[in-house]
C-alpha cells in the first residue's frame, strides 16, 4: 500500500490550492479516505472524510465551506480543492487510510502547504 500527495506549495491569503492523493497496492473504492493536516509544534488534524463510495464528506468547523474533498477511483486518485486559504491552514497535508481486516494505517509522506498574508 502506498499514497502519494501533491499539489501543496505557497499561495497568498484568500488563494486555492487542489491537492492530489494517489493510491497504490489497493483500490480506494474499497475504503474511506481522509485527508489530515500538521502544522509545526501542533498534533495531527483531521481535515476531511470521504467515504468509499463517495456519498458523504465530513469537515471540521475550521475547514467547512472553504475545503472539498472528492475521489476518482477510475484514476485511484483522492483530492482536497482548498479555497479561501487562511495563514492558520499553513501545514503539511497528509493523505489516510485504514486498512478494514488489519486496522494499519497508511500515510503519503505528506506536501507542504503555506499560505502567506
Known amino acids: 500500500v502506498q499514497l502519494v500527495e501533491s499539489g501543496g506549495g505557497l499561495v497568498q491569503s484568500g488563494g486555492s490550492l487542489r491537492l492530489s492523493c494517489v493510491g497504490s497496492?489497493?483500490?480506494?473504492?474499497?475504503?474511506?479516505m481522509k485527508w489530515y493536516r500538521q502544522a509545526p509544534g501542533k498534533e495531527r488534524e483531521l481535515v476531511a472524510t470521504i467515504s468509499s463510495t463517495g456519498g458523504s464528506a465530513n469537515y471540521p468547523d475550521s475547514v467547512k465551506g472553504r475545503f472539498t474533498i472528492s475521489r476518482d477511483n477510475a484514476k485511484n486518485t483522492v483530492y482536497l480543492q482548498m479555497n479561501s486559504l487562511k495563514v492558520e491552514d499553513t501545514a503539511v497535508y497528509y493523505c489516510?487510510?485504514?486498512?478494514?481486516?488489519?486496522?494499519?494505517?497508511?500515510w503519503g509522506q505528506g506536501t507542504q502547504v503555506t499560505v502567506s498574508s
Open positions: 497496492g489497493f483500490r480506494i473504492s474499497n475504503y474511506d
Open positions: 489516510n487510510v485504514r486498512m478494514r481486516l488489519s486496522g494499519t494505517n497508511y
